[in-house]
């Protein structure tokens, strides 16, 4: 079995095209029909992120973390409870291609690292084209990249478990879980596909994340205009 896990925070507005993506993925006909189950762990939500999933009929957790470690690792726990073999990761407010899952399998890796591609630069205004061009011109989306992010990650259930799933921590945790699989030698593949599309919005859901690093784009592109 296949699991799926994607942490929620006040993503009334965006999880519900999310899981639409990844339910599509589930159906791929390259999966032959393996069974892909999808655990959406809300934390500590004030909006309707958890009646927006349960519309689309996934399973749910409601914790109250605010800690995305903690949230994936809980997610990713229930998946291994239920059977999952092959555990897969990606954001709330991000959109997974239809190969997600085949591509991510397709590499026989312990953990496959994918990119991600941008959507919404209009968020950043009269400077969004700064902030593109310099994202575009520092982002290596190519084959052996050295990105690693929690939107676009693959990892085999046994290994995660080996050493020791997500460590709770606010921001880093795909980062940390990629540090110790290395140090655990495993066959890590850094891949331009599959691409994984997230958002550029401005307000981070969690400290010195994607949004962050955008942000310190944008400041760069505001003292380069001046």
Avoid at 7 to 34: D, Y
Avoid at 68 to 83: D, Q
Avoid at 203 to 224: N, T, V
């Amino acid at each position: 079995m296949i699991g799926v896990c994607i942490p929620a925070h006040n993503e009334e507005t965006r999880i519900r095209r999310c899981l639409m993506s990844i339910l599509k993925a589930a159906r791929h006909p390259a999966l032959l029909g393996e069974e892909v189950a999808v655990v959406l762990v809300v934390d500590a939500s004030r909006d309707r992120t958890a009646s927006m999933g349960a519309l689309e009929g996934v399973s749910q957790i409601n914790v109250c973390h605010r800690n995305v470690g903690r949230s994936r690792g809980e997610g990713a726990a229930l998946l291994i409870a239920r059977g999952a073999q092959w555990l897969a990761f990606t954001d709330a407010d991000s959109v997974v291609p239809h190969d997600w899952l085949v591509r991510q399998l397709s590499y026989r890796a312990d953990a496959v690292c994918g990119t991600v591609r941008v959507i919404e630069w209009g968020a950043y205004g009269p400077l969004a084209d700064f902030v593109r061009h310099s994202f575009l011109a520092r982002y290596r989306d190519v084959d052996g990249h050295t990105h690693v992010h929690g939107a676009n990650l693959g990892v085999c259930a046994r290994r995660y478990m080996e050493v020791g799933g997500f460590d709770a921590l606010p921001t880093g945790e795909d980062h940390a879980l990629i540090h110790k699989l290395k140090a655990a030698e495993a066959n890590i593949v850094f891949a331009s596909k599959p691409h994984v599309w997230t958002s550029a919005r401005k307000r981070a859901r969690a400290p010195d994340g994607f949004s962050f690093a955008l942000a310190q784009l944008e400041r760069a592109a505001g003292e380069e205009a001046e």
